[in-house]
T-cell receptor
Framework: NAGVTQTPKFRVLKTGQSMTLLCAQDMNHEYMYWYRQDPGMGLRLIHYSVGEGTTAKGEVPDGYNVSRLKKQNFLLGLESAAPSQTSVYFC??????????FGNGTRLTVT | DAKTTQPNSMESNEEEPVHLPCNHSTISGTDYIHWYRQLPSQGPEYVIHGLTSNVNNRMASLAIAEDRKSSTLILHRATLRDAAVYYCILSGGTSYGKLTFGQGTILTVHP
């Protein structure tokens, strides 16, 4: 049982480059979330989805786009990376009223 | 979401009980109290949650004050593996599982 899988685990980008982070869950969860965590800080919600084909903005959505074309996948895109987006990105999934299950994160550095 | 207040850090010795406090004086009647923890270099993991009554599971116990303005996470016998950042989070019933993480409490466990 893989749970929540994030790819890649590490990435280094130059300012202005684009990339997509992939989150996959095998628990048939309805809800999926993308968080970012900066050093010494708690997690902040970027975007979330309450079902296939739906997305919504979280606390810090600027500079990111998301898509949920399949129920099991939630993609996070950076169209033009900036150094301020250097962070660890966590994906999570859940069903209504149930605990969130998190992946182990993607460490992104933007130079 | 209502705010929670936790100590920045706490220390414990291995095999001793640990009581992690959380204040949430502005909690609303429909807010659940959630506890997650984050081990080094991992995503957060669910520990326990409750609404009004004390709760027990295999990982921990949650003691909720009668007025619900504070709660305590109890680890009955700390192990080295319990060293982590512990987050106390409030979440309403209609929030689609979105969680707002603060900075949490860093728990250090000494051998």
């Amino acid at each position: 049982n893989a749970g929540v899988t994030q790819t890649p685990k590490f990435r280094v980008l130059k300012t202005g480059q684009s990339m997509t982070l992939l989150c996959a869950q095998d628990m048939n969860h309805e809800y999926m979330y993308w968080y970012r965590q900066d050093p010494g800080m708690g997690l902040r919600l970027i975007h979330y989805s309450v079902g296939e084909g739906t997305t919504a903005k979280g606390e810090v959505p600027d500079g990111y786009n998301v898509s949920r074309l399949k129920k099991q996948n939630f993609l996070l895109g950076l169209e033009s990376a900036a150094p301020s987006q250097t962070s660890v990105y966590f994906c999570a999934s859940s069903n209504q009223g149930r605990p969130l299950h998190f992946g182990n994160g993607t460490r992104l550095t933007v130079t | 979401d209502a705010k929670t207040t936790q100590p920045n850090s706490m220390e414990s010795n291995e095999e001793e009980p640990v009581h992690l406090p959380c204040n949430h004086s502005t909690i609303s009647g429909t807010d659940y109290i959630h506890w997650y923890r984050q081990l080094p270099s991992q995503g957060p993991e669910y520990v326990i949650h409750g609404l009004t009554s004390n709760v027990n599971n295999r990982m921990a116990s949650l003691a909720i004050a009668e007025d619900r303005k504070s709660s305590t996470l109890i680890l009955h016998r700390a192990t080295l593996r319990d060293a982590a950042v512990y987050y106390c989070i409030l979440s309403g019933g209609t929030s689609y599982g979105k969680l707002t993480f603060g900075q949490g409490t860093i728990l250090t466990v000494h051998p």
